[in-house]
């Protein structure tokens, strides 16, 4: 498969956990407090444990064709975008790849929690485990849509 397509697919798979988890953690962090009657009020309302599995294995996906393009992106564009002085950039990248081992690292525990029948004693573990992952995929999805726009798609 080319580059190309393997950075498409990379992506939807990024589009589609990104719903999840922010899915997730809006259900988790800003309940519906009444029935859910508006956008934001369906939004908030899902059942958040039925999203743990999809999220899991879109994270896992997401991060396996991550590391099958990486190598493309350290010894093809790496080079051009350090050459034009975007050093900044390149060191959220940098962070980019520390953050998605930390997210891997943290499904485990984030499973273990979420499953069912969820014990109420660990709903503060699933809110802070939520937001974790919530953040590195939303870092993750917006440097890596940088790092793109900075290189240029195909260029």
Not at 6 to 25: D, K, S
Not at 59 to 76: A, D, L, Q
Not at 136 to 151: A, E, K, M, Q, S
Request: aromatic share 14%; net charge positive.
């Amino acid at each position: 498969m080319s580059f190309t397509v393997l950075l498409i697919i990379h992506g939807l798979l990024a589009v589609a956990l990104l719903g999840a988890i922010t899915h997730q953690a809006a259900s988790v962090w800003l309940p519906a407090r009444k029935p859910a009657g508006s956008f934001v009020g369906r939004f908030r309302g899902v059942g958040a444990a039925a999203y743990t599995n999809g999220i899991i294995v879109l994270y896992i996906c997401t991060f396996v064709f991550g590391s099958i393009i990486y190598p493309e992106f350290r010894i093809n564009i790496r080079n051009i975008v350090e050459e034009v002085g975007q050093h900044a950039v390149m060191g959220t990248f940098e962070l980019k790849e520390h953050f998605a081992v930390v997210g891997l690292a943290v499904l485990p525990a984030y499973w273990f929690f979420w499953r069912l029948p969820l014990a109420d004693e660990h709903r503060r573990a699933r809110m802070c485990l939520t937001a974790i992952l919530a953040f590195v995929v939303w870092w993750n999805f917006l440097v890596g849509h940088v790092v793109n726009n900075v290189r240029g798609f195909g260029a």
